[in-house]
Structures are given as structure tokens and as C-alpha cells.
């Protein structure tokens, strides 16, 4: 079992949640919003500013992975996108970090380019309500 930490305050985030919920038929992928009730209670060693700034995974071994590791770990667990492994190659690996970061950091703003949704107002203030995964 992956236990992934999403922002569920981002839309373009609960547009690749929704896809990773249809494909976890074997039921391989825990899926944690880290803006839940329960996130601190359940989770305190993730650091919930860190997880909203990088995606954060807890591994089948029980091993943090971060950025990258984690996206792979996760779609792994549900057998989809094979190809991810690539970006894990050493040469690649250096490229492909530094894309994820750059992506990371502007996602709100990616997230509203991609989707035409954003942030809502509570969201922002974080006192929003988890979001229906629609």
C-alpha cells in the first residue's frame, strides 16, 4: 500500500486524484488530503506546509518519498504510466526534478491555465472544506 498526501484544494491535484481513484481497483493507493480534519491527527510526521509545497508519498516499506519518487511510487501502485520510471534515470532524473519543482511551486496558477478553476476564496484563507472528487 502507497499512502499518497494530496492538496485537495488544487483542482488540476483532484483531477489526477479522481483518475488515480478509478484506476486503485486493487485497492493499492491510500489517498490522504493533507487539508482533512483527520491529516494531523493521523499523519503528524508529515509536515504539512512541506506536503503542500512538494507531493509527498509513504511507500509500501514505509519509506517518505518526495516530488518525483512519490509520483512514480503512486502510479506504480495502480499500475498505470509505466513510463514514469524514465524520469528516475540518472541523466534524466537531474531535468525532470527541476521541471517537477518549477511545476510545483506554480501549480495554483498552472491549475487555473489548465482547468479555468482556481483556488476558492476559503481555500486561500485555508478554512476550506474538502473538496468533492467531481
Known amino acids: 500500500m502507497v499512502t499518497l498526501f494530496y492538496d485537495g484544494h488544487c483542482p488540476l491535484c483532484m ?18 488530503d493533507i487539508h482533512s480534519e483527520v491529516f ?3 499523519y503528524p510526521q508529515i509536515d504539512k506546509q512541506a506536503a503542500d509545497r512538494l507531493l509527498h508519498a509513504i511507500d509500501h516499506n514505509g519509506q517518505l518519498l518526495t516530488g518525483l519518487d512519490a509520483n512514480v511510487a503512486v502510479w506504480q501502485a495502480v499500475g ?18 527541476r521541471g517537477y519543482l518549477l511545476f510545483a511551486k506554480h501549480r ?11 483556488r476558492c476564496d476559503a481555500c486561500e484563507k485555508d478554512v476550506c472544506p474538502p473538496h468533492d472528487l467531481k
Open 15 to 32: 483531477k489526477e486524484i479522481a483518475m488515480l481513484q478509478r484506476y486503485n481497483t486493487e485497492q493499492r493507493l491510500k489517498l490522504v
Open 40 to 42: 494531523d491527527t493521523l
Open 80 to 97: 498505470k504510466h509505466k513510463w514514469l520510471t524514465l524520469l528516475r534515470w540518472p541523466v534524466i532524473r537531474w531535468f525532470a526534478d
Open 108 to 118: 495554483h496558477k498552472i491549475s487555473f491555465w489548465l482547468t479555468g478553476q482556481k
